[in-house]
């Protein structure tokens, strides 16, 4: 990727992906969800969805989403262990784009005092989650959704676990449905404001999950026709 020199998109300095990586800034993983201009639901609703940060520093971060949007797009984002921010989108790769963030002087000191503390706290082994230690988050989010009619749609997981997973995709399947996610056939259980969770089939390994979720479904394949408990 050529380097790019800096721009200006309203009061925030625009960087490269590539220029961005060399910046200093934490490699962390935090879940949250995010608003695209002009994207709804079939009830006219604004959609949300899923995603996970990457990469953080006090004025931008990368990060992995189901549906990316395009580079210009103002967007809101909210993380739990962040907050609420506002941002436009400066660069975009497969599966994830770069968020210049909207922030005030004060609100960046406060957030980079915020950084320092979630890196030392994720960085020290005593400290425990009882939940993520049945659910986890494989290394590579993105995956294949598909329906029972070979339609294949592009997935963010949100967390997985030996009997199901929650997802984030521009598709929302209505309760009940039977679906895949990568190799694991299940059928959608819940619905919540940013993606759905669906129940697998049959139990796996941690080890068969990651490897199942992480297939992708060659296109046009069917969904395999196998029997879902009601």
């Known amino acids: 990727m050529a380097a790019r020199s800096s721009t200006h998109l309203g009061r925030v300095t625009v960087v490269s992906v590539e220029r961005f990586l060399k910046q200093r800034a934490v490699n962390i993983a935090v879940e949250g969800n995010y608003i695209l201009p002009n994207w709804y639901d079939c009830e006219g609703k604004v959609r949300t969805f899923a995603c996970r940060t990457t990469r953080v520093s006090p004025f931008r971060m990368i990060v992995n989403v ?6 210009g797009d103002r967007l809101t984002s909210y993380f739990p262990d962040f907050g609420k921010f506002e941002g436009k989108i400066s660069e975009t790769m497969y599966g994830s784009f770069l968020i210049e963030l909207e922030m005030t002087r004060e609100m960046r000191e406060r957030f980079s005092d915020k950084l320092t503390w979630l890196e030392k706290r994720r960085a020290n082994p005593g400290i425990s989650d009882a939940r993520r230690e049945l ?5 590579n989010p993105h995956t294949t959704l598909t329906l029972a009619d070979g339609s294949i749609y592009s997935c963010l997981v949100i967390d997985a676990s030996p009997s199901g997973v929650a997802v984030s ?3 929302q399947p209505p309760l009940g449905t039977p679906l895949a996610i990568g190799g694991c056939v299940g059928r959608v259980i819940r619905i919540f404001n940013s993606g759905f969770a669906v129940k697998f089939v049959a ?17 046009g394949r069917k969904l395999r026709q196998e029997k879902v408990p009601a």
């Open 66 to 71: 189901p549906v990316v949007g395009r580079i």
């Open 135 to 139: 659910r986890f988050i494989p290394a």
């Open 169 to 171: 995709s521009e598709v």
């Open 203 to 219: 139990t796996h390994t941690l080890a068969d999950v990651t490897r199942l979720i992480s297939r992708e479904n060659a296109p």
